[in-house]
C-alpha cells in the first residue's frame, strides 16, 4: 500500500513562490512516475505535470510551463513541485500521485494512488 502526504501549500501574493512537497510510504518509488494534479473550487482536477519514474522525463501543462519545475528525489522518496511566477488562476487544491508504471502521463486515470492534497492560493 501507498501512502502520499502533500505539504508546501500555503497563502502566497501574485508573483511569488512555493514549492510543494509530497512524501510517498513504500518500496519501488524509483520505479513509477508520479504526477501533480490541481482542482479549483467548482472546476474539474487537471493536470499539472508529471515525471518518469528516473526523473529524466517530465510534461507540463501549457499555462505553467517556464514557470513550475517538478523533480523528485528518489533516495527521499519525495516529489517536488517548485512554483514560481504565481498567478490567481493558480490557486486550487494541489495533490500528487503515483502512477504504477514508469513512463510519465498526463492522465488522471492512468494514477493509482492520490494523496490529500495541499490548498494553494495566490492572491491578486
Do not use: H
Not at 22 to 48: D, H, I, L, N, T
Not at 72 to 100: F, H, I, V, W
Amino acid at each position: 500500500q501507498v501512502q502520499l502526504v502533500e505539504s508546501g501549500g500555503g497563502l502566497v501574493q501574485a508573483g511569488g513562490s512555493l514549492r510543494l512537497s509530497c512524501a510517498a510510504s513504500g518500496s519501488s518509488f524509483s520505479s513509477y512516475a508520479m504526477g501533480w494534479f490541481r482542482q479549483a473550487p467548482g472546476k474539474e482536477r487537471e493536470f499539472v505535470a508529471t515525471i518518469s519514474g528516473n526523473g529524466g522525463s517530465t510534461f507540463y501543462r501549457d499555462v505553467v510551463k517556464d514557470r513550475f519545475t517538478v523533480s523528485r528525489d528518489n533516495a527521499k522518496t519525495t516529489l517536488y513541485l517548485q512554483m514560481n511566477s504565481l498567478k490567481p488562476e493558480d490557486t486550487g487544491l494541489y495533490s500528487c500521485a503515483l502512477r504504477l508504471m514508469s513512463n510519465p502521463s498526463t492522465l488522471i486515470y492512468q494514477y493509482t494512488y492520490w494523496g490529500q492534497g495541499t490548498q494553494v492560493t495566490v492572491s491578486s
